[in-house]
């Protein structure tokens, strides 16, 4: 039976070899782009799963809300972690990972500057999975000045010696044995370094230091637990030991904080959802500028996963409506098949394994095309996705169930319909009626998925453009940032100065953080020294030359001066914060940072105007600029640069810092590149969206098409009489063409809403968003129609054009 079922399906794509080619062409098409989507969901969605208690793995984050200005920061208190395992007995193990920026290696006569190097408990290996190539991994961290390095590291320095029990010498003081050498980090790692330290080398770790937020902590659950329960658990328990630190450092109770309508508590975040939902503050790695870091997002997940979703139905819809256009040819077999004797549920095997087979044809042809298209969408996409058949157990098995359930669920319209037919009824009068209605159905919701995805291509790139063109209150051209100028330390002055030798250089700066998430903040009083009534602002450790190297323009007072000593005491805030501050009148005004070493009292020099310092995803905060001696933090330095000059002043600044600097090469970028990272999922979103959504579209057309020439094949008789009597070429292709047109103009008033509603949503993770124009549906619509014609016209002028006695003789 199965070979019969072979045969006829054979005979029937040899016979109908235009809808055979449409139907395996659009299905392989939609199969290759929805592989190729659900390989990239499912690259997000694999991180961190390497790791054996990942399941079990929680980070702790503190959440606050200081006068209505929400917070996220996953640096947590040195007590933290250890409090837990001895309070709460569903907490198996913790550990901690600080970061307090690059070190000098020393090894024989080689000097190396190394920035991922982080200071972990010796812990760190039963939390996380990470094979050691050398070593033991339970003692390797155990003792004090113990590092580890990766494979990488240790071939870099030592080639394939066994690197154990050798020193590094670390900023030309400290001495620290090798103890292992641990496997590279996964590329599927929220966090990868280099050198791993023992906490242990600081004693000052263990101090009861609530106050301080300088390391990201991770807990492990017992198996079982609930971590709801933990976390209330977590609260009280924290905050029984918090309070009383506040209050003797700060002055106030933790008690009437929150009575003020603050929040302040720790929360836990699962390891397996801090790639795509960890826009925290202040993760491990806020200041350096890798490009192998890869932030996620899941609101790109859901993007993707629904135009995956969306291509699919458009390719099974695809398949029913053609399978169903072809009913009339097919019904008549169906009648005669009844009519001597075969049985409805054989013609429904019969339509089914046509189905399948079609399908599988078309999976074939689909892994094809995804191994052609691979190196094109990892370039778009920024990914390294590879799809092997045979390294992994489940792919094939997913395969041949991926064809089994998409074959089923695009014949099982077309099996149950056809075989539902009376032999007497059908051969007598057809079924024209039911197949017109159902084609309208499926093209109209086929054309709707379509012009959905059209509206959000359109809609993603207008903001896109307006965050490229958006005046950020700074003048971002010829801007560049040495990013690593901290390595300089005490030779960062004479280093500026001697840049500034150079007239293609107009100025330079140094300051903190620019243009990332993690922007460090603090709570600052107004026109007092003590209270529980903080406003949240970022702060920014800058010298005298930022304002005028950043061009931002002063709304009241002056800017730091290099020959007011005083300034050291000094601040300047930007318009954001004078706001929240509710005064008119700041400069002169004493305002108070509280601190957990004291508070801390400075003068409000100057009002700066608001420029964009963080990604246009959030409003301006309120902001404070302190003079960077002060602090000392000053990571950053900036280099206004000449026009027309750009590479005399790359190469003065490299050939510069190579006088200076010997053990590290000078990092550097513009600021409008640092700028365009920050957007660099919607950029991809954007180009993903157009292709996918041109290839939607296409394989939608190509439905239309095969419409199109089944309906003028039915109406050549009619056609022909048409023209005998008169009828104009434009009369006929009206004729052809308004059927569809309206399908596509009903479509268009079903996907407008559902656009406009989707779009929104997505805008809403911008603080400056563009408006959804009334021009954008009207050129959308303008679009499928004229997409649509174009499809039909073709074969309408074709049977438009054909001789009337040629067409009624074929008749």
Not at 421 to 439: A, H, I, T
Request: charged share 20%.
């Amino acid at each position: 039976m199965l070979l019969s079922y072979f045969k006829i399906t054979y005979r029937n794509l040899r016979t109908n070899k235009g809808f055979s080619a449409i139907n395996i062409i659009g299905l392989s098409l939609e199969i290759a782009c929805s592989i190729l989507l659900f390989l990239f969901i499912l690259d997000e969605l694999d991180f961190d799963t390497f790791n054996k208690k990942a399941s079990q793995t929680y980070r702790l984050y503190v959440h606050s809300s200081i006068n209505n200005e929400e917070s996220n920061n996953s640096k947590t208190a040195p007590p933290a972690g250890p409090t837990l395992v001895q309070m709460l007995p569903e907490v198996l193990t913790q550990t901690r990972i600080g970061y307090f920026g690059g070190h000098d290696l020393r090894y024989k006569d080689q000097i190396f500057r190394e920035s991922r190097i982080y200071t972990v408990d010796s812990t760190y290996f039963d939390v996380f999975t990470l094979p050691f190539i050398h070593g033991n991994p339970s003692i390797a961290l155990k003792n004090p000045n113990s590092i580890v390095l990766t494979e990488t590291m240790a071939s870099k320095y030592f080639g394939q010696e066994n690197p154990t029990g050798k020193s590094f010498l670390v900023d030309g003081t400290n001495s620290y044995q090798i103890t292992g050498v641990m496997k590279d980090f996964p590329d599927k790692s929220h966090f990868r370094c280099d050198f791993l330290l023992s906490m242990s080398t600081y004693p000052e770790v263990n101090q009861q230091d609530w106050l301080q937020g300088d390391y990201s902590t991770y807990i492990v659950l017992k198996e079982g637990a609930d971590p709801t329960r933990v976390e209330r658990k977590m609260q009280q328990a924290i905050l029984d030991r918090l309070g009383p630190e506040i209050e003797k450092a700060l002055g106030f109770s933790m008690k009437q904080f929150l009575a003020n309508g603050n929040v302040f508590e720790y929360r836990m975040q699962p390891l397996l959802s801090i790639y795509l939902h960890a826009k925290r503050q202040y993760n491990i790695d806020p200041n350096t500028e890798w490009g192998d870091i890869r932030i996620g997002d899941s609101v790109y997940v859901y993007i993707f996963s629904a135009v995956a979703l969306f291509i699919l139905l458009i390719a099974v819809i695809n398949f029913v409506n053609l399978s169903t256009a072809r009913s009339e040819k097919r019904a008549k077999e169906v009648g005669i098949r009844k009519a001597i004797g075969s049985s409805r549920l054989k013609l429904m095997g019969q339509f089914t394994t046509e189905s399948i087979l079609l399908t599988g044809l078309s999976v074939i042809i689909a892994l094809i095309l995804v191994q052609l298209m691979l190196p094109g969408f990892n370039q778009i996409a920024g990914r390294q996705l590879t799809l092997s058949l045979f390294t992994n157990a489940y792919t094939i098995p997913a395969l041949l169930a991926f064809t089994l359930i998409v074959g089923l669920l695009a014949g099982s319209y077309p099996a149950f319909f056809l075989s539902s037919f009376r032999p007497v009824e059908v051969l007598k009068s057809g079924v024209q009626k039911r197949k017109s209605s159902l084609r309208s159905l499926l093209v109209i919701i086929q054309f709707s998925i379509s012009i959905t995805l059209i509206l959000g291509m359109i809609i993603i790139r207008n903001q896109l453009g307006y965050l490229q063109h958006k005046d950020l209150g700074f003048n971002k051209e010829h801007l560049l940032s040495i990013n690593n100028a901290e390595v300089l330390g005490d030779k960062l002055k004479p280093f500026k100065a001697e840049l500034l030798k150079n007239p293609a250089i107009l100025s330079a700066s140094n300051s903190s953080l620019l243009f990332a998430n993690g922007i460090p903040g603090s709570a600052y009083l107004f026109g007092k020294r003590s209270g529980s009534d903080p406003v949240l602002c970022q702060f920014l450790d800058v010298d005298a030359d930022f304002a005028k190297t950043f061009a931002v323009p002063l709304k009241a007072g002056r800017f730091f001066s290099n020959d007011r000593l005083a300034d050291s005491t000094a601040v300047v805030i930007n318009e954001a914060a004078l706001r929240a501050f509710n005064t008119n009148n700041p400069l002169d005004q004493v305002i108070t940072e509280i601190d957990v070493n004291g508070p801390k009292t400075y003068k409000i020099i100057g009002v700066i105007k608001d420029f964009n310092y963080e990604s246009l995803h959030r409003q301006v905060r309120p902001l404070m600029f302190h003079l960077s001696p002060v602090r000392q933090a000053a990571s950053i330095l900036n280099i206004r640069i000449q026009p027309n000059a750009t590479k005399n002043a790359i190469d003065y600044i490299e050939e510069t810092w190579r006088r200076f600097e010997k053990a590290e090469q000078c990092r550097y970028s513009f600021s409008d590149e640092r700028l365009a990272r920050l957007y660099k999922a919607e950029q991809n979103t954007s180009i993903i969206a157009t292709v996918f959504s041109a290839l939607a579209t296409f394989i939608a057309c190509l439905g239309l098409f095969g419409l199109a020439v089944f309906i003028t094949e039915q109406r050549t008789k009619e056609i022909g009489i048409r023209k005998v009597l008169g009828a104009s070429i434009s009369e006929i292709l009206f004729l052809l063409s308004r059927q569809f047109i309206a399908w596509v103009a009903i479509a268009i008033l079903i996907a407008s809403p559902i656009a406009w509603y989707a779009m929104s949503r997505w805008l809403d993770n911008f603080a400056y968003r563009v408006d959804i124009s009334w021009w954008v549906f009207v050129l959308a619509a303008f679009l499928a129609i004229g997409i649509a014609i174009l499809t039909v016209s073709f074969q309408s002028l074709k049977a438009a054009l054909m001789n009337p006695v040629k067409s009624l003789r074929a008749e």
